[in-house]
């Protein structure tokens, strides 16, 4: 398969000056993108949202994960971002994948990815789509609950199953324990069913929730998974793997990864293999967006003589932005084009503080008729913005593109401008 054929890339590390390399290839594809359009004639959909996504920042990620985490191997959370592109790069990069559906199990296997790389990690599951999975051979699975063992049971009795507990995810930005995980409580009475059905236990999966904050939350969880793996010997189960769950991100990664690294090692000997479901971590800063201005209103205030804005742009909360509603995020604008020019990764891009009043201010909206379609109800730039000048937002990776809609008509599908800052990333993508 052309996916593998690269393995020996695996132990490469990214050049030193790939970050640098990267605000140059992602300048130019934006600028380039951008000047190219005549806002007076241009056709409906020229000036649409469009994202540039670096792969080399994904390959560096993964040597990253690598380097602090040799022991655990990730299964990318496909829902996080199913961009093809991300995909091919981590099936040559050797990961695994952690799918939630049908369509991500298809899209995965599509791309030649063996179905022993593919954790179906989702406890409630469809009962056609699991039909699917026993035709399709994706073996592994989780379970939360008596009603979810009984079906399969029914369905696909060979399947390979991990018990997922539930964690402390307070810390968290989206909780995930509220709706799955089994507690404490009740694992004893599943394994004890599961034993019943003849169904086969191989392991334990957790998730301390997306954008978790505390590290300690793996510590325990690995803790409570170490239980339970102790409950699961006593009924006979042979249990292989620890699946870790997500929950990383790029900021406080090394500080998660070390406290997981000694709480696995203290908990679970090396004959268990340990698997993870990271999603954001791979993808969030590998994606940034770039916006039209598609309208403006001029907001007048007689008391200090000075005018602030509110600016429209051609995407927003049912779009591209719905990681603010789903996700909980505050992506941050800085300005890409006004005027004729061009103004990417200077100084000048960047919001003014708030605290010395500088600037213009401004308000930025969405293109839906619905008024909680707002962006940032208050940023400063040094420039006046009008129609036709483009403002981009990084770090918009994660959860941003696969919740968009098409509400009041406007597209879902936005081209993606790919740039590579890694020859390692280059050479698996033959780019
Ligand atoms: N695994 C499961 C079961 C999930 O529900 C999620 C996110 O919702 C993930 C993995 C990915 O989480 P993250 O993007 O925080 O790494």
């Known amino acids: 398969h052309i996916l593998v054929k690269k393995n020996f ?45 670096d792969l080399g920042e994904v390959y560096r990620q ?37 799918c939630a559906s049908k369509a991500e199990i298809e899209q995965v296997l599509d791309m030649g990815v063996d ?35 009984r079906k399969i049971a029914k369905l696909f009795p060979d399947a390979e199953l991990y018990l997922r507990i539930l964690t402390d995810d307070s810390s968290s930005l989206c909780r995930l324990s509220l709706k799955f995980g089994a507690s404490l409580d009740s694992t004893d009475e599943l394994l004890a069913l599961a034993k019943d059905l003849g169904l086969n236990v191989v392991g334990v999966s957790f998730h301390v929730g997306s954008g978790a904050s505390d590290p300690f939350a793996f510590l325990k969880a690995v803790q409570d998974a170490k239980t339970v793996f102790e409950q ?31 709480a696995l090692d203290e908990y679970f000997p090396p004959h268990i293999s340990i698997i993870a479901e990271p999603g954001r971590y791979y993808v969030s800063s590998a994606f940034t967006i770039a916006c039209n201005i598609i309208a403006r209103r001029t907001i007048e205030n007689p008391a200090t003589g000075k005018a602030s804005y509110m600016a429209y742009l051609n995407d927003g909360l049912y779009g591209n932005f719905s990681s603010i509603m789903f996700d909980h995020q505050h992506p941050i604008a800085k300005v890409l084009r006004s005027g004729t020019r061009t103004y990417y990764n ?51 990776g994660a959860y941003t593109k696969c919740s968009a809609t098409k509400f009041n008509g406007f597209s879902d599908n936005h081209d993606v401008i790919y740039v590579c800052s890694e020859p390692g990333a280059r050479a698996i993508m033959d780019f």
């Open 232 to 262: 699961a010997y006593t009924y006979g189960f042979d249990m292989k793997t620890l699946d870790v769950g997500g929950g990383f991100s790029g900021d406080t990664f090394d500080q998660m990864a070390r406290v997981l690294r000694q």
């Open 9 to 53: 890339f695996f132990d490469q590390y990214y050049q030193h000056n790939g970050p640098v390399i990267a605000k140059q290839l992602i300048g130019d594809a934006l600028r380039h993108r951008v000047e190219s359009i005549d806002h007076e004639s241009c056709d409906p959909g020229d000036e649409d949202t469009f994202f540039v996504s």
């Open 346 to 396: 200077t100084p000048f891009a960047d919001g003014l503080p708030e605290a010395v009043n500088a600037g213009i201010e401004y308000s930025i909206w969405g293109p839906t008729c619905d008024g909680i379609d707002r962006i940032t109800e208050s940023i400063r730039f040094a420039q006046e913005l009008d129609v036709g000048d483009w403002l981009y937002f990084e770090d918009m």
């Open 62 to 98: 993964h040597m990253r994960w690598k380097k602090n985490l040799p022991r655990v191997k990730p299964f990318y959370a496909v829902k996080c971002n199913p961009d093809p592109k991300v995909i091919q790069l981590l099936a040559g990069l050797g990961t695994g994948f952690d």
């Open 115 to 149: 179905p022993t790389r593919i954790i179906y990690a989702q406890p409630c599951k469809t009962n056609s789509y699991v039909r699917y999975v026993a035709n399709k051979g994706v073996k592994q699975m989780t379970f939360d609950n008596a009603d979810e063992l």
